[in-house]
């Protein structure tokens, strides 16, 4: 029997159950998810976990509110442009649901040492704390929006979970084959529980394939092309410690593009001819789609149910792609 919950904010007990099995309730009341970085897909993410009901969530941002943030960041208010953006978020993110603890952090992330990291269940971002994720075995999750485009990526370590099967029914003796048979294993409503495991790699061995090999070229015609666009971002960053934003299109279009063929031109790929309007700006409508699924590859990490999954969303499409970035 399921206690009926009070009144308040997020899903209750039962709509938990229901979404995510038995067992969902109590991992979920049990975890603590760091998430870094409150932009516009940061705030999609935080609302799908502060409903879904997770026990304790801290929102980790240093930087300060542009003043093109607010067109996809909703729970920042009208006038908040210079204050940080961590900060200007708690108010309604604790609104969603007051049984969840909402938490602040505005200290820079690369200034954390390691021991702050494993109080977490899960964490969002990317290389650096990955490995640290990876070294303390801590469900690792990072995300990211560009203009029409965007991708989720996953490292679970050895990640156990169970699947909902249908089960395939058996064929009474003296039913002889024919069209009779096959219906009746189609018909079968019958459902069962299937534990499985799988082992996923770090993000910078996911990141630092060598397509030229004869694998990797074989491969190479399935990998959506969305995922180098991932790369010449995350090259971007490198380079320059910041993301591409509006106040910048004529600085660093020219070095954006000379990163894209440095990347995409060598694996003889043809890169989309409006590439260079993909990097400078988040659309509030990709974060809500790549927000939503990252928030419910977390939710399914942390309840152990159904097959973990990376993303790549091409709003220009309109659709999008799971790829097995990493599980060995």
Excluded at 50 to 73: F, R, W, Y
Excluded at 186 to 198: A, C, F, G, I, Y
Aim: with cysteine.
């Amino acid at each position: 029997m399921v206690e009926k919950e009070e009144a308040g904010g997020g899903i209750s007990q039962e709509e938990q159950i229901c979404l995510w099995g038995l067992e969902a309730p109590k991992w979920l009341r049990a975890s603590h998810v760091l998430l870094v970085g409150m932009k516009g897909l940061g705030a999609e993410i935080a609302k799908n976990l502060i409903l879904a009901g997770v026990k304790e969530l801290t929102m980790l941002d240093h930087e300060q509110i542009s003043p093109e943030e607010p067109g996809a960041q909703f729970l920042i208010r009208i006038g908040s442009v210079g204050r940080n953006t961590a900060e200007a978020s708690l108010e309604r993110a604790q609104n969603l649901n007051p049984k969840v603890d909402v938490k602040l952090d505005t200290e820079d992330i690369e200034k954390k040492p390691e021991s702050f990291f494993t109080q977490f269940d899960a964490v969002d971002v990317i290389v650096k704390v990955a490995q640290i994720c990876h070294k303390n075995s801590i469900r690792f999750f990072a995300g990211d929006v560009s203009s029409y485009h965007g991708y989720t990526f996953a490292n679970l370590g050895e990640h156990e979970f169970v699947e909902e099967k249908t089960k395939v029914a058996k064929v009474s003796q003296g039913v002889e084959d024919g069209p009779d048979t096959k219906r009746v294993k189609l018909d079968s409503s019958e459902t069962t529980m299937v534990k499985k495991k799988v082992v996923f790699c770090p993000v910078e061995e996911a990141l630092e394939v060598d397509w030229s090999s004869e694998k990797a070229k074989a491969a190479l015609k399935r990998t959506t092309s969305d995922h180098f666009l991932l790369q010449v971002l995350l090259k971007f960053r490198t380079d320059k410690g910041r993301d591409p934003s509006s106040d910048t299109h004529g600085e660093y279009s020219e070095l954006l593009l000379q990163i894209r063929n440095d990347v995409l031109d060598s694996l003889g790929i043809i890169p989309d001819p409006r590439f260079i309007t993909y990097f400078f700006s988040e659309m509030a409508p990709v974060c809500a789609v790549v927000g939503g699924i990252l928030a419910q590859e977390i939710v399914k990490a942390l309840s152990q149910q159904d097959p973990p999954h990376n993303f790549f969303f091409n709003g220009m499409k309109g659709n999008g792609i799971v790829e097995w970035l990493g599980p060995k």
